[in-house]
């Protein structure tokens, strides 16, 4: 099946939570007559959002991805979801879209977790249009929302349209290009219409800006300006298009998605700004067989098919779906695919065009197309698919470390075995998600990303897998680092099944830069060592590392290198190296400052103003560094970091002290020191857990 390429779009929509991102998506379905019904968030009913889960709880988890058809173009939309507790789910999205609308509100503007999607947009390079939502709300202020997009996002953000009226008189807009007023004087329909009077001077104005800020970045439109004194609608698109595509300008654009205000304007501007798979450069990966190789796929059906798997999922009608973007070539029904990864080959029996909820079986997907495949087994998130004859590794995603953990069990001991298979099978669909036995406590740990991660979590496991399971108190995962070098040695020697058993390792630990990881490397002489015995001693290293000298919480940011050892004829085997290496790290961390680390999440408070006092009050009680403070459409709004141990229990807490008309929202940012006071009783707490 040949398809246009340039008919195309993979794109999508982000935004901070609660801006409108659902909303948004529901009328675009709609006005695309992909839904045939208007779904509302509040009512528990759209068509994106279809985990029960979700429904319930007004948010969107997974990254679904729905296709629609505007103006002869496909649209592919991959859902996004709005909180940050599901972080990997907008990393894999942006992994694999070409294009992005960011989601404002016309009250509060840019917002935290908005700044956060947007820099990682910003990393993958995703060219984006602005889309002011809420222009119906009391306080709604467009240029003010504009304005926060190029303070605070450090955007060359320029206005496509102004609103015509706002707040309770919001009833359409005026598109600058065109220079028409488009009016939804009720219900889904729109007018075109001459600008109004009293709009025609600040429309000729905004228009300038807008052709000032294209033109200073665009020959073409200079050079039309320069010589006729004004530039055709044509003109602009085009150059519009190539300064998305090279992220050199947002265009925003505005409207209120609940009341069907503004959104078909912005469907016109996906087809005509955000690129195509055939605008964005052709994708690198490595050879599989020859790691210095780099191999290069253009989007065509003509090149070798390669596909990145981006979300794993499992279904309550098909049992597992891989979510595919496809790069390059095409692949049907059938056909064999190689994972790189695991080596094996792949066939594919069913594929499936996702619809929300809905699916359609097609015969083939092609370059450019995402695509989800029924019941592959071994192909996990951020794999590869490709042509066996023409091997490639994507790039595939970075993955964030989970910040909070608990303990959980099934409620009855005969649900064990199959608790544990859910759990793993999570885990497969969710690498943010991790699972682990303790042997020390006999307990099942899962760890993640935040409160709302891990209760999604056991609620699926209720729903979907039907095992009912009770969990521990949420904890925090804290982290071991060390302050300054240190060497250490360990010495194994013991009888061991009536042989004596030895080897001594020297191990030393470097502090690296925060966020670097763990890194372990050896520099034993092969010649004096056995390969095997070198291989262990690096193993024990590593598994060292896991438990750091404090409390066991895993080490990170820390350089091993397995420095020396001694290796005895007779007496030494791998089993005495792998102990002697971990020993030596145990005892270097100990010389090396061991600190502790815990995660600091950035936090983002509305309230009333009357209500600053007590908020800030309790914040300091929290060991809250406040960092920013403005007032915005008449409420404060207070942006602090603080310890996540210090955060559970906010929710309730902050709602008491406002009577409930704050609102907050928290991600985390970084791990840092713990102060010394406050780690030793962390330590004391958790030691031997
Ligand atoms: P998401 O969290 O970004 O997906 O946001 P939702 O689409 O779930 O919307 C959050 C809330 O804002 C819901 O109660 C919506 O009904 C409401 N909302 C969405 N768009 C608008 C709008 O244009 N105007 C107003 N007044 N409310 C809106």
């Not at 200079?222 to 190539?242: C, D, P, Q």
């Not at 020993?583 to 270097?588: E, L, N, S």
Request: charged share 25%.
């Amino acid at each position: 099946m040949q398809t246009d390429l340039s008919n195309i779009r993979n794109i999508g929509i982000m935004a901070h939570i609660d801006a409108g991102k659902t909303t948004v998506t529901e009328r675009v379905l709609f006005y695309t007559g992909a839904s045939h019904r208007i779904g509302e968030v509040d009512q528990g009913s759209t068509v994106m959002d279809w985990m029960p889960q979700e429904q319930e709880r007004g948010i969107t988890i997974t990254a679904a991805s729905t296709t629609c058809f505007w103006k002869g173009c496909r649209i592919n939309v991959i859902d996004t979801p709005g909180h940050v507790d599901f972080t990997i789910e907008v990393e894999r999205s942006l992994r694999v879209l070409d294009g992005a609308i960011a989601v404002f509100t016309a009250v509060e503007g840019v917002q935290p977790q908005s700044e956060t999607v947007w820099r990682q947009a910003d990393r993958y390079g995703v060219p984006r249009l602005a889309f002011i939502n809420k222009m119906d709300r009391t306080g709604a202020d467009f240029q003010a929302a504009v304005e926060t997009i190029r303070q605070r996002l450090g955007a060359n953000a320029v206005a496509y349209q102004i609103p015509v009226g706002a707040a309770e008189s919001f009833r359409g807009v005026v598109d600058l290009v065109r220079m028409v007023q488009i009016d939804w004087p009720d219900g889904h329909n729109f007018v075109e219409r001459p600008i109004a009077e009293d709009l025609a001077a600040e429309a000729e104005v905004a228009r300038e800006l807008l052709v000032d800020a294209v033109g200073s970045e665009d020959e073409e439109v200079l050079s039309a300006y320069v010589e006729t004194g004004t530039v055709s609608e044509e003109i602009l698109h085009r150059a519009t298009r190539r300064l998305v595509i090279a992220r050199k300008i947002i265009p925003v654009f505005c409207g209120a998605a609940f009341r069907n205000r503004g959104v078909q304007p912005l469907l016109d501007a996906v087809v005509n700004y955000l690129p195509s798979p055939l605008d964005m450069p052709a994708v690198q990966g490595g050879d599989p067989n020859n790691e210095s190789r780099k191999v290069v796929r253009n989007a065509s059906v003509d090149e070798p098919f390669c596909a990145l798997a981006f979300k794993v999922m499992s279904d309550p009608f098909v049992g597992s779906l891989t979510y595919l973007r496809v790069y390059s070539g095409e692949i049907a029904v059938g056909q064999v695919a190689l994972n790189p990864r695991t080596g094996k080959r792949e066939r594919l029996q069913k594929l499936l065009q996702m619809h929300a909820n809905k699916r359609e079986e097609v015969q083939s997907a092609g370059a450019g197309t995402i695509v989800a495949v029924a019941s592959l087994k071994n192909v996990g998130t951020g794999d590869t698919l490709c042509d066996q004859k023409a091997p490639i590794v994507l790039e595939s995603m970075t993955v964030p470390e989970p910040v909070i953990w608990m303990a959980i069990e099934p409620k009855t001991k005969a649900d064990e075995e199959k608790m544990v298979g859910a759990l793993s099978r999570l885990a497969d669909e969710d690498p943010t998600f991790r699972v682990r036995f303790d042997k020390d406590s006999g307990q099942t740990i899962i760890a993640g990303m935040g409160e709302l991660h891990l209760d999604i979590i056991r609620d699926r496991l209720d729903r979907e897998f039907r095992v009912s399971c009770q969990v521990g108190r949420p904890q925090v995962a804290y982290r071991e680092t060390i302050g300054r070098e240190g060497v250490g040695t360990g010495v194994f020697h013991r009888m061991a099944g009536g042989k004596m058993q030895s080897a001594e390792v020297r191990v030393r630990l470097a502090p690296a830069e925060r966020g670097a990881g763990t890194t372990v490397s050896e520099t034993l002489s092969g010649a004096l060592i056995p390969r095997e015995c070198i291989a262990a001693a690096v193993l024990g290293a590593r598994e060292a590392t896991e438990r750091g000298a404090l409390a066991g919480f895993s080490m990170v940011d820390v350089v091993c290198q397995v420095q020396s050892g001694v290796y005895t004829e007779g007496e030494s085997t791998d089993m005495a190296f792998r102990v002697a290496a971990s020993m030596a790290v145990q005892d270097a961390a100990t010389k090396a400052e061991p600190v502790l680390l815990e995660p600091i999440m950035r936090v983002e408070i509305s309230a009333p103003e009357e209500y600053t006092g007590a908020v800030l009050g309790d914040l300091s009680g929290r060991r809250g560094v406040v960092d920013r403070r403005e007032s915005r459409g008449g409420m404060q709004v207070v942006e602090a970091e603080v310890p996540l141990a210090a955060m559970f229990g906010y929710a309730t807490d902050l709602r008491s002290a406002t009577q409930g008309r704050a609102s907050f929202s928290m991600q985390f940012d970084k791990y840092a020191e713990v102060p010394a006071q406050v780690a030793q009783e962390v330590i004391r707490r958790y030691r031997g857990y």
